[in-house]
C-alpha cells in the first residue's frame, strides 16, 4: 500500500506540471491573439498640429508681366468716369458705376475686337434716327463708317479686371477730352460707336507705376498720379494711389479697391 501511494505521487505531479504547461500555454496564446487584434482594431492616434501659414511680403518687379497687366486695368492717364475724378479718398469696386467698368474693359480690348463696319448695318445708330445729338461713327468717303463691340468681347474683358458676374450690358460713354458712347443695342448684342455732340476735360496729366508687393492673398500697386490742376484741398497736383487687387479662388488676382495714401 505504502509503495503504491509513492508511486502516484510523480504522476499526480506530472498532470500538476501538464496542468500549468497548459494553462500558462492558454494565457501567452490569448495574449497574443487579443494583443494582436487590438492593434487591428484601434485607430492609430494622429498629432493634432495647428498649420503654420508663412506670412508673405514679397517686392516685386514692376516690369513683371502680371504686374504690368494689373497696372494696364485701370490705367487713367485717360480719366474714368467714377474714379480719381472725385474727391473720394478710398474706392471699391462696389462703388465703381458700371458705365465706367465697361469703359474700362474697352480700353483692354484689342483691335481684332473693334470691328469697323458701316452705319448703315445699325440703323438704330443712324444720325437721322437721333435727336439727342449723337451722330452714328465719323464720315469717310461720303459714307458713315463706325465700330462695332460685341457684348461676348467686352463682358470677357470686364470680368477680367472685376471678376465673375460682374458684367452688366448698357450703354455707356467713354471720358477725359475724347467724348463718345458705345450705344447698345441689346436685340444683337452688339455696341455702336457714336461720337457726341460736346466736350469733355482732362483731369490726370500723367501716372506712374513706383512699386508693387505680394501678400498670401493679393497684389498691391503704388501709383504716383499727376493731375492737370491743383488739388482743391492739398494745392498740390501729385497724389499717391494703392491699387489692391484680390486673389480668387479660381488663381485670378481682381481689383477690389483702390486708396489715396
Known sequence: MEQKKQSSVPMILFVIVMILF??????????????KNSKEVKEPEVEQKEEQVEEINETLDINDDLVQQLYNYMAISDPWLGGVTSDKTKITASEIDNGSKLFLGYLQLNQREVKYESCGNYP???SENNT???LCGERNNMELYTTVISGTDLKK???TIFGPN???SETFRGAGSDVFIYRYLPDKDVYVYQT???GGERVVESEELVSARKTNDSIILNIKITKCEPD???GEKSQNWTYVYQLNQDG?????????S
Open 22 to 35: 497548459v494553462a500558462t500555454l492558454g494565457m501567452l496564446f490569448y495574449k497574443e491573439f487579443f494583443t
Open 124 to 126: 438704330e445708330a443712324m
Open 132 to 134: 439727342d445729338g449723337i
Open 157 to 159: 474683358s470686364v470680368e
Open 166 to 168: 460682374t458684367y452688366q
Open 196 to 198: 457726341y455732340n460736346g
Open 232 to 234: 482743391v484741398t492739398t
Open 252 to 260: 485670378n488676382y481682381y481689383f477690389s479697391y483702390m486708396e489715396r
